[in-house]
């Protein structure tokens, strides 16, 4: 959440270029509405300067009502402000400017204290050989080395390995690994399923089948490891 357009835009982009699904809102008013329509929100990112309602405000309602986890991320750096933010019930404080690879750490970090609070660390899966290291974001084929493939690649196959055997559209794909940044056309999808085809290519098995008219579907039986 931040009213400012271009930040929305760049961590949108930078979260969804790694395989998350990323829902925006520009004010509290209309991050309510989206915790409201969605299953499941696993961490909430805040700016602290709103119009309206600040993000100090609804961090805290956020932690009174059991909410996601916050991440707030404001252009207020010093000492006392990121204290603020701490006890407002913030689980991190990035000062702005901040580079993507440092929200994505953040990010990473939170994600993964849920999972061990929840005995559900899943860090790794695997398939058809393959391993999926989810934290590190890296593939390794079945003699351990690791497989060289685009973070749009890696985005794509992300999205397979958490609905396998199901058909997914083009549509869909495109959304759950690129979040709102969605300008790219549909080819762009076929041509990542055809790299990810070849780049991870076992005899006499069908990895990704092309499900005529609608759109794929990830055939392995996939294997999640606590």
Known sequence: ????????????????ARGYR????????????????????????????MPGEDGL????????????????????????DR?????????HYLPKPCGAREILAHVHAVLRRQR??????????????YRVDLDAQEVFNAEGA???????QYAILRVFLSRPRRVLTRDELLLAARGSDTEAFNRAVDVQVSRLR??????????IRTVR??????????????
Do not use: W
């Not at 204290?83 to 689980?91: H, K, Q, T």
């Not at 061990?116 to 050989?129: C, I, M, N, Q, W």
């Not at 070849?198 to 990895?207: C, E, N």
């Open 1 to 16: 959440m931040d009213d400012d357009e271009a930040i929305r835009s760049l961590v949108s982009r930078t979260l969804g």
């Open 146 to 152: 690791r497989v060289d493939i685009s973070a749009g």
């Open 198 to 207: 070849r780049k991870l290519k076992v005899d006499d098995h069908d990895l």
């Open 213 to 226: 008219n609608e759109g794929y579907m990830f055939m392995p039986k996939v294997t999640v490891l606590k």
């Open 116 to 129: 061990k609070s929840a005995g559900e660390d899943r860090t790794e899966v695997r398939f058809l050989g």
């Open 22 to 49: 990323v829902l925006t809102a520009a004010n509290v008013v209309e991050m309510r509405r989206v915790l409201q329509a969605s299953e499941r929100i696993d961490v909430v990112i805040l700016d602290i300067m």
């Open 83 to 91: 204290i603020l933010g701490l006890e407002s019930g913030a689980d």
């Open 57 to 80: 405000s609804a961090c805290r309602r956020l932690e009174e009502t059991g909410g996601p986890p916050v991440i707030l991320l404001s252009a207020l750096g010093e000492e006392a």
